[in-house]
């Protein structure tokens, strides 16, 4: 059987960047030897691309901003992929993590967990609706409030998930993001929606977006 992966399709570049989680990056060593090279080529390549013009040292702060994306972002679990949510250079850089996991227990269950449905952090439930993607199927998609335990003043944080199971695969596919600020996720829905129902499954030997 051959076997099949998952991409994102085609993505607005004026909105994402696809983040290395790896160093060098694969397939592009001598480019992107390390985050710092990294991060001043693409934040010269999201400046380039805006009609806005860079005042100052914004080029330079864009390039730390990524730098730091590149160093802390935590490390998506295996067949996780990192991609920037980055509508214009002076906004703040969105990580969304995209992967797909083996089914461990029955569908709705697993599709419960990778929503986080249960999580006992929430402050209260969360909001699912279905959600389709032309290339996965059927699928759900969870809004949700949660307390930041991290935070000890009670911060709340928002999370953004989406979950679908592949059944002919036999695979969990799951879209996850948070972030603090509750604006700068719901700002970002439009755009996620639209990179989930993007996604799909290519052959090995099929020429990939």
């Known amino acids: 059987m051959t076997e099949q992966f998952l991409e994102s399709g085609l993505r607005d570049p004026a909105r994402w960047i696809a983040l290395p ?7 592009f060593e001598k480019d992107f030897p390390d985050p710092a090279t990294w991060a001043v080529i693409a934040a010269n390549a999201v400046w380039n691309d805006s009609p806005l013009t860079p005042r100052g040292d914004e080029v330079d702060s864009l390039a730390q901003v990524l730098a730091y994306c590149a160093d802390n972002c935590p490390r998506p679990l295996p067949g996780y ?24 227990t029955d569908p709705e269950s697993d599709l419960r967990y990778a929503l986080a449905v249960e999580d006992p952090e929430a402050v209260e439930p969360p909001l699912v609706e279905e959600f389709t993607a032309a290339g996965l199927g059927s699928g759900l998609r969870a809004l949700r409030y949660c307390r930041d ?5 009670g911060g709340i944080l928002v999370g953004l998930r989406y979950a679908w199971y592949v059944e002919h695969l036999d695979l969990i596919v799951s879209v996850r993001t948070v972030h603090p600020h509750p604006g700068r996720v719901i700002a970002a829905i439009d755009d996620i929606d639209a990179l989930c129902r993007g996604l799909r499954y290519v052959a090995e030997d099929e020429p990939r977006s």
């Not at 335990?149 to 003043?153: E, L």
Request: proline share 19%.
């Open 21 to 27: 989680t790896d160093w060098p990056a694969p397939g």
């Open 81 to 104: 992929e990192i991609y920037l949510h980055l509508p214009g250079p002076r906004d703040v850089p969105l990580p969304v993590y995209v992967g797909d996991y083996p089914r461990t």
């Open 149 to 153: 335990r991290d935070d000890a003043y």
